[in-house]
């Protein structure tokens, strides 16, 4: 789950002041930067100090429990500006409002609106109109389909000027029994290539170097549109905007992969080499009940063909442990793949009961302190994997973008390398400059590395 980002600070036309929280994960900051730029465009200021906003609002993640209670821990806490701050109007937005609808106004009296997915892009007026209404007045915003934002919406972007999210589609087609994404998304639906590259050309002329290409099953991107290749008709199209230096897709779900997109991410230096697929679980037995395609073989001939044929692929994945009768034995296989496959790097989720999924319906659950002692053991592992792997990095020169100040200490610079992705990766300290002109966020040095943690690198720039 990506940490809460920092809010811009603006001075807008109107006096009405608005604070913004986003939770979850980087599609839900797109969204919320589709709200920061609506209610900046009608001329609310934005403040970061949550006691002087008139209207305050949350944008919720539903995604797992975990998420789901940091998210209503956020309402509570905000809400209580009511009494300590200036807040007239408290809204909730996002994955779990558009899963708990009225529900969520029951439940949390504070909240005086929610606002489903499909109607992100009237919060403007959503905000001028729930102000305006006579108190007590709880209103719920829900619209179906699932709101999609074009390359002409404003957006006004969290996190550093130098990289950016881009949501090519929103929704999944698919039916992975355990999860809750297309109940709260709907079916997939994809921006046309023409309207991403519309976007992307003028992140580019912005100073954007990276592209994050995100969506809930990005190597099904187009298919309802018809499109038969579409991720590697829109990498094509994105690949020769000037100014660009790395395109990052995410959430490559584990099929075949057409060999024009091999060879294009082999062949191309600016679409990163880095490969995020989500397996979830590599037992036969448990991807099988989890109703996900692929088997244990089939995956690693991917993994292992992907990893031939693109020399220097990072390569990220995720799995959930605890899953419904997943057993001991299930669970030490999971561990030896680990082992045997080597992954860059893993995150591991505890399973969870999700209202409205085939996976409630199964028995043999685990409980929770067993489930989480599966975490912690998988990420135990894979910290000894991640040290081994980082500790081969160390003499070799990067190319590493400079993302700013870490967040150790304002003097200590941090950037990444074309294997660590925004907001999930570790990163590369800089310990060293050209002291005549340190480098400044978004410029792209030459790194040599130093020395390695499990995660993180310590780099010398060389040039
Ligand atoms: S592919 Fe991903 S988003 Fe789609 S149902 Fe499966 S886990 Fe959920």
Request: one cysteine or more; proline letters at 5%.
């Amino acid at each position: 789950m990506a940490a809460r980002k920092s809010l811009p600070v603006t001075t807008g036309a109107r006096s009405t002041t608005i604070g913004f929280v986003n939770l979850g994960c980087a599609k839900n900051q797109v969204d919320a930067e589709v709200m920061l730029g609506s209610l900046t465009a009608e001329g609310y200021a934005l403040t970061a100090d949550a006691a002087q906003a008139d209207v305050i609002v949350i944008n919720t993640c539903g995604f797992v429990e975990e998420a789901k209670q940091e998210s209503i821990n956020a309402i509570i806490e905000y809400g209580s500006f009511k009494k300590t701050g200036r807040c007239k109007v408290l809204v909730a937005a996002g994955c779990l409002a558009q899963r708990y609808q009225g529900e969520l106004l029951e439940e949390l009296p504070e909240l005086d609106a929610v606002v489903g997915t499909g109607e992100i892009g009237r919060i403007a007026e959503i905000c001028r109109t729930t102000l305006a209404a006579e108190r007590p007045s709880q209103q719920l915003w829900m619209a179906p389909p699932p709101y999609l934002y074009d390359g002409l919406t404003p957006r006004l972007r969290l996190g550093p000027p130098h990289t950016a999210y881009v949501k090519i589609a929103e929704g999944c087609n698919r039916n992975c029994a355990f999860c809750a994404i297309p109940l709260m998304r709907g079916k997939q639906r994809s921006r046309t290539v023409a309207s991403i590259v519309e976007e992307v050309r003028r992140l580019a002329a912005e100073g954007v170097k990276e592209i994050n290409l995100i969506s809930q099953d990005t190597i099904n991107y187009g298919v309802d549109l018809g499109l038969k290749r579409g991720l590697t008709a829109l990498l094509k199209a994105l690949v020769d905007i000037p100014g660009l230096r790395w395109i990052r897709p995410f959430y490559l779900y584990p099929q075949p992969i057409d060999e024009e997109l091999i060879e294009l991410y082999a062949g191309s230096e600016r679409i990163a080499k880095y490969l995020d697929m989500p397996l979830q679980h590599i037992n036969d037995e448990v991807l099988g009940r989890m109703h996900r395609l692929g088997t244990k073989a089939s995956i690693t001939d991917l993994i292992e063909g992907l990893r031939r044929r693109i020399p220097g692929l990072t390569v990220r994945t995720g799995f959930i442990v605890g899953y419904p009768g997943e057993t001991n034995a299930q669970f030490a296989e999971l561990k030896r793949y680990l082992t045997d496959m080597e992954f860059d790097r893993v995150g591991v989720f505890l399973y969870s009961d999700e209202e409205g999924t085939p996976a409630v319906e199964l028995t043999r659950k685990l409980d929770r302190q067993r489930i989480e002692a599966r975490r912690t053991e998988l990420m135990a592992l894979q910290e000894s994997i991640a040290l081994k792997k980082s500790r081969l990095m160390v003499g070799r020169t990067l190319e590493v973008l400079v993302d700013g100040p870490s967040e150790e200490s304002p003097l200590l610079l941090a950037g990444r390398h074309e294997g660590q992705a925004p907001d999930i990766d570790g990163v590369v300290y800089l310990s060293d400059g050209p002291a005549d002109r340190p480098p400044l966020a978004g410029d792209l040095v030459k790194v040599t590395i130093t020395e390695a943690a499990a995660y993180d690198l310590v780099g010398c720039i060389v040039g």
